[in-house]
């Protein structure tokens, strides 16, 4: 499984911005998928995951604020990101679960300006 995200960029603070990840390869056998980050100095933290069977869920931080949706004909997930806050700012990594190997993709940064 590969997974190629993108959308990143800078925003100011109260913007959105809308992630994208699409997986290739063995698409038929990935289960949940996700969204994490890790900001500077810190640990990589779950942001959202949805599963197969469409569960969602967030990280406290950014309920409300945040939306993860799947398009399976398109092998994608996205992240809508609204109201994004400083502590947003983080690199912000695709992840995918098939056959209980975890993938990543390559992160993609967020950056929010104040």
């Known amino acids: 499984v590969q997974l190629q995200a993108s959308g990143g960029g800078l925003v100011q603070a109260g913007g959105s911005l809308r992630l994208s990840c699409a997986a290739s390869g063995s698409i038929f056998s990935i289960s949940d998928m996700g969204w994490y980050r890790q900001a500077p100095g810190k640990q990589r933290e779950l942001v959202a995951v949805i599963t197969s069977g469409r569960s969602t869920n967030y990280a406290n931080s950014v309920k409300g604020r945040f939306t993860i949706s799947r398009d399976y004909t398109k092998n994608t997930v996205y992240l809508q990101m609204n109201n994004l806050k400083p502590e947003d700012a983080a690199v912000y990594y695709c992840?995918?679960?098939?056959?209980?190997?975890?993938?990543w993709g390559k992160g993609t940064q967020v950056t929010v300006s104040s």
């Open positions: 992840n995918a679960w098939a056959r209980a190997i975890n993938y």
